[in-house]
Structures are given as C-alpha cells and as structure tokens.
C-alpha cells in the first residue's frame, strides 16, 4: 500500500495552465479507472474534484480537468485563480480492495 | 443536503482505546458505502478504511489492520471506528466520507486524536 507519487509542489502565474502528475502501479492507477482527485485549503476537509479520473462533479469548475496515462494520472488546471492555491491530492482504488492517496501537492499561484 | 458529523476524537495515552462516530444524515446511509481517512498534523491524506453499505465488506490500511474496527448502524445511520492499541503515530484529524464510484465524494469537518503521553 505504497502511497501514489505527486510532485511536492508546482507553481504558475494567473491564468496559465499547470498540470499535477500521480504516479502509481499497474495495481492502483493503471489497473482501473476510479482516480480521483481532491483539493484541500488549510483548515479544511478536502473537496472533491474530479472523479473516475476525467469526470467533473456538478459544481466544480470546467478549468479542471483529469486524464490518465499508462500508470500516470494527471490533473490539469487551466486559466489559474487565487483562490486555486490549495493542496491537492490524488486517489485510487488497488487491487487489494483498499485505497490509496498521493502524497499531495502544494499549488502556489504566483 | 449531505453533511458528516465527526466526534469521540481527544487526548488518549498510547495502547488505550477510543471509539470515534460519524452522524450521516441528507442522504440514504443504509445505500452507501463509507470511508475513514486521517490525515497526521502538517501531512498528507492516508486511507484508513471502507466498510460495504450493509456491513458485510470491510477493509484496511496495513498501517492499522489488526488494531482498528470499522463498524456501522443503519439505523442510527451512523459510522464507527474503534481504534485500539493506539501509537503516538495514530495523532491525527479523522475524517469520514460516503463512497461515490469506489472513491470519496463528501467528506465531514474532521475531528482530532492525539496520542500522547
């Protein structure tokens, strides 16, 4: 149950476009399609953002958008806010009927 | 509308016992899967554990197999933890959240254990 490996952080100025990768194994992100990702503020519970690796939950803003590679799932956020700084995390289901999490990672927006 | 209600989480002394609970209520708890996940001061989410909508599947992290018990009463439509054996490594905020597609959409606010002597 080896957590999925996210970049510690990543950076961008408003409105450009960042991506955040989640890499796992061919047990956890590339054996199934249920990644998902979630954004934490400081203090908060986290809030879910996309889910089944590219679909978007009513609410949450077209600027966000997921895929998946191989063992590589992707988070990508176009036309950057303020108000995207925030953690944000990956998820998966495994092969064992557990979950995982990536280890986060710190968006700044410069 | 959906909300999660943490509570039970304190202080606790290493190898005690505590029982957390998560009061669901604006949806149908008995038809969901729930989760546990914790998240130690100034890091990262860890998966805890998942228990089936009737209780019939359960599962867990290695870091707590063995130790922790997931548990639910539909119809108190309420979620349980027992934690048991308790290390200083257990210190954190536990969340609960409904399953959505094997995975968690609403999560609650968090309630905080800390191990310590």
């Known amino acids: 149950q080896s957590a999925l490996t996210q970049p510690a952080s990543v950076s961008g100025s408003p409105g450009q476009s960042i991506t955040i990768s989640c890499i796992g194994t061919?047990?956890?992100?590339?054996?199934?399609?249920?990644v998902s990702w979630y954004q934490q503020h400081p203090g908060k519970a986290p809030k879910l953002m996309i889910y089944e690796v590219s679909n978007r939950p009513s609410g949450v803003s077209n600027r966000f958008s997921g895929s998946k590679s191989g063992n590589t799932a992707s988070l990508t956020i176009s036309g950057l806010q303020a108000e995207d700084e925030a953690d944000y995390y990956c998820s998966s289901y495994t092969s064992g009927s557990t979950r995982v999490f990536g280890g986060g990672t710190k968006l700044t927006v410069l | 509308q959906v909300q999660l209600v943490e509570s039970g989480g304190g202080v606790v002394q290493p190898g005690r016992s505590l029982r957390l609970s998560c009061a669901a209520s604006g949806f149908t708890f008995s038809s969901y899967a729930m989760h546990w996940v914790r998240q130690a001061p100034g890091k990262g989410l860890e998966w805890v554990a998942v228990?089936?909508?009737?209780?019939?599947?359960?599962y867990y992290a290695d870091s707590v197999k063995g130790r922790f018990t997931i548990s639910r009463d539909n119809s108190k439509n309420t979620l349980y933890l027992q934690m048991n054996s308790l290390r200083a490594e257990d210190t954190a905020v536990y969340y609960c959240?409904?399953?959505?597609?094997?995975?968690?959409?609403?999560w609650g606010q968090g309630t905080l254990v800390t191990v310590s002597s």
């Open positions: 228990m089936s909508n009737d209780g019939s599947e359960k």
């Open positions: 061919s047990s956890d992100v590339g054996g199934y399609n249920y």
């Open positions: 959240g409904r399953d959505f597609r094997t995975l968690l959409d609403y």
